[in-house]
């Protein structure tokens, strides 16, 4: 871990609250190549891992991701590649079966997976954080690139209900590659 | 007197009012006026006893009806009626006694060099105060319970090897160096030649200790360079030790062990471990400093565990650090939020090399997610909070400057969320607990709770151990990113129009000023090296953990414990024939 940052210097005047100022839209190689609707209500953002670009919806426990792989140096080159992998893996360390599923108009094979973390701060042996995702997800080859659209709710307790898909659902249904 | 009137207030907030949006609160107690035993918060069946004995330092009496709390008076016989403040007082006392009993016992254990012992009834009073009563307990009486009870709800550690790591089995998938470059097992002179034995891992040891500095005694030096020659008997340390290596000037780097606050050693179930950091990087600084914590020196497979983080701080932040430096980009850098998930990666990739096992929760957690493992960091500790992407560095607003200020804005509205989620995440472990409560009353349980230790220790565990550091560490982004005063006023139920903190600071002209250099520097290939790192050990790591899992590495617990799936399943039972089972009163 590295140690935190002086911030003695820091101005202790107050500054207004940052309003709902927009930011400029910078294009992001997922909307670039793909159509996709934004769900309301959710907080929009982009990232990347590498080359490997992703666009997310948060809304309080639950993240819906579209992320774009299989791109020259992508953690994984094809689809078969990510589905034998740690990121499709549950906790019984085996690959998913899927099972197809309606949406919109059309079918998708859907996966779900779940695994669960005990995690503190980072280098810490104190007693740890539970943090237990449940997912929901897809793969959707485009040529030599593949999409992996996912819905993932992170909780730290036990859920007493199983994962709502609904959400995720809605964004296949409105998925389509350009 | 601070504590305790934050305490009061804590208390009443607690019995359900302002906390909870249900629309029935349970009736409570008010500052100023009689106390009412009916009424929230109620007293435990300890405190009640504790107030109406002699140790309370009174004489009270409860009334004849049971519903308040009076002084006793020869004259009157039931004399003045306790006000809230005045029972909590007595509540405060009764914590502190209980803390102050660990500590007795603690001391005396250290004396007697037994382990400290207590009865059912004290465990389950310790227990309580500490979930239920800690907002009045000071740091240090936490931390007492904390170090008495602390085997109830510390990470089960990974299977003991033994102390002398070269006698240490390798975890299955390990990659080792051949058997025949390994050291014979039982060399007694391996603690004055802590060099790897392959001749050109052994040249490369010799490169790096020329150019580092180590400080400390000459047994912690020892200590040091033997966790060095540990990294650099595996190929990503090898890898990593020629590429810090290369362009680095001698004397840039100090190693030395260092005393971390509040990290302890414990004894769990049977290998001695430590709670606290392992150690930082202190990459402003020059030399920069490398830090270790010194009950590294204590622990079983001290010298494996600290090489682990030796590659993280060594040659994860520093080596990354120093080529920063070089390139003008260690502003950036250490504003980058793939920064930590290298260093981490680093030591990882190392720990498994070498034969560490794979019990690492935060390691699962990136080699299942590293595309969000940033996020999951940016809520778990408040430093990480003020670390931003590649994309949210170049990102702006309409009118030209940087877009930090409001992406801080966001993540301090989603760490207040996160925060009122604890008395969610608290209500939700309740429930658990009361399902574990009406279990262990069954008369198959009943005889023989050991068997529901497993399902108690982990419960307990969340409720006296996660959810307060948790409710702390969300605090301290709060108020690192927003300043304090904000955190007090939206305590109090209000939103500040104004920001302080780090959303203050980038405000500021000077502040916009380190975001364009930010900015500028997103685009260094330097950063484009590091991502490259980051997913060729991804793949490194997938491979070394295949078919792997942590809990199969961790020391089984007894065969006769529930697990929590079990658990679950009983729980899904019971409540397809009584859904209310877990609710509350």
């Known amino acids: ?178 | 007197m601070k504590r305790f009137a934050w305490a009061l207030l804590l208390v009443s907030l607690a019995s359900g009012a302002g906390r909870c949006e249900e629309a029935k609160k349970p009736p409570q107690n008010e500052p100023g006026k009689a106390f009412n035993t009916r009424l929230e918060p109620k007293l435990t069946k300890d405190e009640l006893a504790y107030i109406m004995s002699e140790a309370s330092g009174g004489v009270y009496r409860l009334s004849d009806d049971g519903g308040s709390i009076a002084n006793f008076t020869p004259d009157s016989e039931y004399g003045p009626v306790l006000k809230f403040e005045d029972v909590a007082t007595l509540i405060q006392a009764h914590a502190e006694k209980a803390a102050a009993l660990a500590r007795e016992r603690l001391a005396e254990a250290k004396r007697t060099g037994r382990p400290p012992v207590f009865s059912e009834a004290e465990k389950r009073l310790a227990q309580d105060v500490r979930r239920n009563r800690h907002m009045f307990l000071s740091a240090e009486e936490m931390a007492v319970l904390d170090e008495a009870f602390g085997y109830r709800y510390g990470r089960i550690p990974a299977a003991a090897p033994s102390a002398d790591f070269d006698r240490a089995p390798g975890a299955p998938g390990a990659t080792l160096p051949p058997a025949a470059v390994r050291a014979a097992p039982g060399r007694a002179e391996r603690a004055s030649d802590p060099a790897p034995s392959d001749p050109e891992a052994r040249k490369l040891y010799e490169k790096v200790v020329e150019n580092v500095s180590f400080s400390g005694t000459p047994e912690e030096q020892a200590a040091l360079k033997a966790m060095l020659g540990k990294v650099l008997e595996t190929d990503s340390g090898r890898r990593f030790a020629a590429d810090f290596l290369n362009g680095s000037n001698p004397g840039e780097a100090l190693i030395e062990f260092e005393d971390i606050p509040k990290s302890k050693v414990i004894d769990w179930n049977g290998k001695k471990i430590f709670t606290g950091s392992g150690g930082h990087a202190h990459t402003s600084d020059t030399p920069i400093r490398i830090h270790l914590n010194r009950n590294y020196l204590a622990i079983d497979d001290g010298t494996r565990d600290g090489a682990s983080t030796l590659a993280h701080e060594f040659l994860g932040h520093s080596r990354q650090a120093l080529k920063a430096r070089r390139a003008g980009v260690d502003g950036a850098l250490h504003l980058w939020d793939q920064d930590e998930p290298n260093a981490g990666a680093v030591g990882w990739t190392a720990g498994m090399e070498m034969g560490l096992p794979a019990t690492e929760g935060w390691m699962w957690t990136w080699i299942g997610d590293p595309a969000g493992y940033p996020a999951a960091l940016k809520t778990n500790q408040a430093y990480y909070a003020g670390t931003f992407s590649l994309d949210e560095m170049r990102r702006r607003r309409t009118d030209g400057t940087s877009a930090v200020p409001g992406i801080l804005e966001t993540r301090l509205q989603n760490a207040w969320k996160e925060l009122q989620q604890q008395d969610e995440n608290e209500r939700s472990w309740k429930r658990w607990e009361r399902a574990y409560s009406f279990f262990s009353s069954q008369p198959e349980y009943k005889g023989n709770p050991e068997r529901l230790e497993g399902i108690r220790r982990r419960i307990d565990g969340q409720l006296t151990g996660y959810i307060p550091s948790r409710r702390g560490n969300l605090e301290g982004i709060v108020s690192y990113l927003g300043g304090q005063a904000t955190l007090d006023a939206l305590r109090g139920g209000k939103d500040p129009d104004t920001r302080g903190g780090l959303i203050a600071h980038y405000s500021s002209a000077q502040g916009q000023k380190t975001l364009e250099a930010t900015a500028t520097a997103a685009d260094s290939p330097l950063f484009r090296t590091i991502e490259a790192e980051n997913t060729w050990m991804h793949g490194r790591l997938t491979k070394l953990t295949a078919g792997r899992d942590p809990s199969s590495e961790a020391p089984k617990p007894p065969a006769e414990w529930v697990t929590w799936e079990e658990f679950a399943q009983m729980v899904r039972k019971q409540k397809a024939k009584d859904p209310k089972f877990m609710d509350g009163p």
């Not at chain 1, 207004?16 to 910078?26: C, E, I, L």
């Not at chain 1, 769900?39 to 579209?66: E, I, N």
């Not at chain 1, 094809?78 to 034998?84: D, V």
Request: hydrophobic share 40%; aromatic share 8%.
């Open chain 1, 1 to 178: 871990m590295k140690a935190a940052p002086a911030l003695f210097g820091l101005l202790l005047l107050g500054t207004p609250v940052q309003s709902a100022q927009k930011t400029m839209n910078a294009s992001d190689p997922v909307s670039a190549a793909a159509r996709f609707q934004s769900p309301a209500g959710w907080q929009r953002d982009t990232g990347s891992f590498g080359v490997d670009h992703f666009v997310t919806f948060s809304k309080g426990s639950l993240r819906l991701r579209v992320q774009l792989l299989g791109e020259k140096g992508s953690r994984y080159a094809a689809p078969t590649a990510f589905l034998a992998g740690p990121e499709a893996k549950g906790k019984d360390g085996k690959p998913p079966a899927g099972s197809l599923i309606k949406a919109g108009k059309r079918t998708f094979r859907v996966y779900t997976r779940s695994s669960e973390a005990e995690i503190g701060p980072q280098g810490m042996g104190a007693p740890g954080m539970l943090r237990i995702v449940d997912e929901a997800f897809a793969v959707i080859p485009v040529g030599k690139r593949f999409f992996v659209l996912s819905l993932t709710r992170t909780l730290e307790v036990p859920p007493e209900s199983p994962l709502d898909q609904a959400p995720f659902l809605a964004l296949l249904s409105s998925f389509h590659p350009k």
